[in-house]
Structures are given as structure tokens and as C-alpha cells.
């Protein structure tokens, strides 16, 4: 690595040699183009720029060469960390996550994020390189699975709840952490001390680490939306079961959803079974086409809306639960049907 950088040093001071005599010479030919001289100075200058010309385009062969030498080098300390940050400085990273259960890994996480949620959520608004690296070289209890975990949870809070710019940016953050931690994992070092080589790296000129943290951030987002989406479509599939339960449980006796009924009714039907006015209703119907009244009345019936001779329905239902009971077993419960009488209300209000 030391070798390496010396040959970069050497490279850009003969680059800029070079350059700065291609431009003298350049200079000296148009001053003796302009005075109209034509001498064997002029050709000499020309060949001394052909020369270096082509010098030119060797230290580009030589940049091009350090370049690809350099992506090709392997991941490590030593080839990611700059000067005060040396491979004796780092210890083993020994993984004990292995070793938990389930429940001790969830307990572990909830601690976490009691006692750092705020720090998290702080990382997690930064963007730039050099605050994310402070923060976490601040905060090395950061630099963690949990961290992580929390941050890509919250992700997908933030998109079920429409924050997409807001997502975006604590994505970028988590890839952050993970792009950390996956460093950790393949130099076999705590993550904690692979947070400078990391930045290290992404601070170079190197479009190709770039494109890559970009193209995991992209994918990332995509994957955020897809359990969002996953997320959303499981609760309305509750919602909806929820619902339908519930229309279930309110079905009259013919199998009438009475809130669908009560919808499907003529406004002045409708305000009669608002103000609870069965003479009223009784009217309303009476005026009514025969048939179109008859329909009306057998929705409600059906429904449970209207219920016929209510007194003998509450008598029938308290036979049926104590029929059901243990201590009845032996009363009796079968009893003449008649034909369905409605009952009639007083102006009071009550059942006659």
C-alpha cells in the first residue's frame, strides 16, 4: 500500500511537469507565429512539443494502470485506512449474536432502542459523509446490528405512513450501517473500528464503490416499498375479515344485513325507523303500492329490522336459553307456531 501511494505521488508530479512545459512551449510558438517568424527555432519548439505530446498521453497509460491496481486491491485495514488508524489498533470482533435465543435477541433489541432511540433516529437524519462518520465515531454503541435493524424498520413505518422523501434518506443512512457491518464481517474485526476505513474509502475518487452504495441504496428503497405495500395489504385483509365478521353477527333471520337494508330504504321509511314511530311506519307502508310495501316490509323482516309480535319473539328466545341450560333440560319447548301478528305501539311509546 505505502509503495502504491509513493507511485501515485510520482505520477502527478510528472503529470504536472509535463503540463507546465507543454504550456511554455505552446506560448513560445504562438509569439513566433505572431511576429511572422519563420526559423528553425520554430521547428525545433514544435518537435520539443510533439515529444511531450506524447509523454502526455504515456503518464495517462501510467494514471490508467495505478488505477486498476488499486480497485483490484483486496479489502483490509491496511488498504482502507489512512495514517492513525493502523491494523494494531483494531481487535478481533468475536460474535456472540450466534449463541443467543429468539427471545434474548428481542430483548436485546428493545433495550437498545429504550436507551438509544434518540441517537438513532439522529444518525439517522444525517446525509452528508463527514457528519455520519463523526456521529458514529462519537457514538460507537451505534455501530450494530440493532442500530441497523431499527433504522430499516423505521424505514417502513415512514413509507406506510406516505413519508417517501423522509424513508429515502433514513435508507441511505442504513445502508450505511450495513455497508459498516458488512465490512466488519469479511475483515473478521469489530465493526466499530471499521467505520474510518469505510469512510476512508468513500471519500476516494472512485466512481465504482460509489455506483455500487448507490445501487444497494436503490434496491434497498425498492425492497422498503415492497414490505410496505405487504404491510398495508395484510391490514386492510384484517380490516376487511374484520368487517365481514361483523356484518356476519349482525344478520337478521332471513339473512339480511339490516345496515345495507336500512340504506336501501325510502327517506320516509327511513325516518320512521329514526324516530322509532311504528304507527308511523305502519302508515307510510299502507300508502305505499301494495306490492312495493309488501317487498319494504319483508326486507325488514328479513333483515331484523321490523320483528313481528316482538313480545312472543323475546318469549321464544327466553324458552330457547333456558331449553339450552342444564338446569331445564326437562322443560318443554315445543309450542304451536302461529302466524306472524306485528304488534302495535301506544303514542307512549310501548308495546301493546
Not at 192 to 208: M, T, W
Request: aromatic letters at 6%; one cysteine or more.
Amino acid at each position: 500500500m505505502k509503495e502504491m501511494e509513493e507511485n501515485k505521488k510520482k505520477l502527478e508530479l510528472g503529470k504536472q511537469q509535463n503540463k507546465t512545459r507543454v504550456e511554455d512551449l505552446r506560448k513560445k510558438l504562438e509569439n513566433l507565429e505572431a511576429s511572422g517568424e519563420d526559423s528553425k527555432q520554430k521547428e525545433k519548439l514544435q518537435a520539443d512539443l510533439n515529444k511531450l505530446i506524447k509523454e502526455e498521453k504515456e503518464w495517462r497509460l501510467k494514471e490508467a494502470e495505478i488505477e486498476k491496481q488499486e480497485k483490484a486491491t483486496p479489502w483490509n485495514v491496511d488498504t482502507l485506512s489512512k495514517d492513525g488508524f493502523t491494523k494494531t489498533s483494531i481487535n478481533k470482533y468475536t460474535r456472540t449474536d450466534a449463541d443467543l435465543t429468539e427471545e434474548q435477541k428481542e430483548e436485546k433489541q428493545r433495550n437498545f432502542v429504550k436507551n438509544y432511540e434518540k441517537d438513532i433516529q439522529k444518525f439517522g437524519m444525517f446525509r452528508r459523509w463527514e457528519d455520519s462518520q463523526k456521529i458514529l465515531v462519537d457514538n460507537p454503541h451505534l455501530v450494530c446490528e440493532e442500530a441497523a435493524n431499527y433504522l430499516a424498520i423505521w424505514c417502513i413505518d415512514l413509507e406506510v405512513e406516505e413519508k417517501s422523501s423522509l424513508m429515502e434518506q433514513v435508507a441511505h443512512q442504513t445502508i450505511v450501517l450495513q455497508f459498516i457491518l458488512e465490512l466488519a464481517k469479511s475483515m473478521k474485526q469489530d465493526p466499530r473500528a471499521c467505520v474510518r476505513p469505510f469512510f476512508a474509502k468513500l471519500s476516494k475518487d472512485d466512481p465504482e464503490y460509489q455506483t455500487g452504495f448507490n445501487d444497494e441504496w436503490r434496491s434497498f428503497i425498492k425492497r422498503v416499498k415492497e414490505r410496505a405495500q405487504a404491510r398495508l395489504d395484510r391490514a386492510m385483509a384484517e380490516t376487511v375479515k374484520e368487517m365481514e365478521a361483523e356484518r356476519q353477527a349482525r344478520l337478521g333471520p332471513g339473512g339480511l344485513d339490516p345496515v345495507e337494508v336500512f340504506e336501501s330504504l325510502p327517506p320516509e321509511v327511513k325516518e320512521c325507523f329514526e324516530a322509532k314511530d311504528i304507527p308511523m311506519l305502519q302508515r307510510v307502508l299502507s300508502a305505499m303500492d301494495p306490492k312495493e310495501g309488501e317487498e319494504i316490509l319483508k326486507k325488514c323482516i328479513d333483515s331484523g329490522l321490523w320483528i313481528p309480535d316482538a313480545k312472543k319473539h323475546e318469549e321464544e328466545q327466553r324458552k330457547l336459553a333456558e331449553a339450552q341450560s342444564p338446569a331445564d333440560e326437562g322443560s318443554e319447548n315445543n309450542e304451536e307456531k302461529d302466524e306472524p301478528v306485528y304488534e302495535t305501539v301506544k303514542e307512549d311509546g310501548t308495546s301493546v
